[in-house]
């Protein structure tokens, strides 16, 4: 771990995250918000450009440590951790761990709604 590294995701987190913010505005407006399209399409267009980054990286891009960072953990971790999740999800599968890939998504929605729903009830249950 490096200071190099650090501000890589730091500055690349900071653009994804802004990057989000303004798509899921824009995404707002344009389809409004009788559905949570602006999250459905931020995580999918995370995932896709993920795909990308690591497969493109991997065959013919020559990036080095610090860009990979800045790209993967840094922008995309900031626009969607989603495209994480889905990035594990595919290296679980192609190492052929469907049961390991299936409890993973099973496990992930479930905890993670779970713990949201969880946490809205004890706040209600302190602050009422």
Do not use: H, K
Not at 50 to 67: D, H, T
Not at 82 to 111: C, K, P, Q, W
């Amino acid at each position: 771990m490096s200071g190099q590294m650090i501000m890589a995701v730091a500055f690349g987190g900071a653009l994804g995250s802004v990057a989000r913010y303004l798509g899921m505005i824009g995404i707002g407006v344009w389809l409004g918000q009788n559905f949570p399209w602006a999250t459905l399409i931020v995580n999918v267009l995370g995932s896709a450009l993920m795909g990308l980054l690591i497969e493109g990286s991997a065959l013919r891009w020559n990036i080095g440590p610090e860009m990979r960072a800045f790209l993967t953990v840094g922008i995309l971790g900031g626009f969607t951790t989603f495209s994480t999740f889905s990035m594990d999800v595919a290296l679980l599968v192609e190492r052929n761990e469907f049961a390991s890939a299936g409890l993973y998504i099973l496990v992930s929605v479930l905890a993670s709604v779970g713990a949201l729903f969880g946490a809205m009830y004890l706040v209600r249950q302190v602050m009422a």
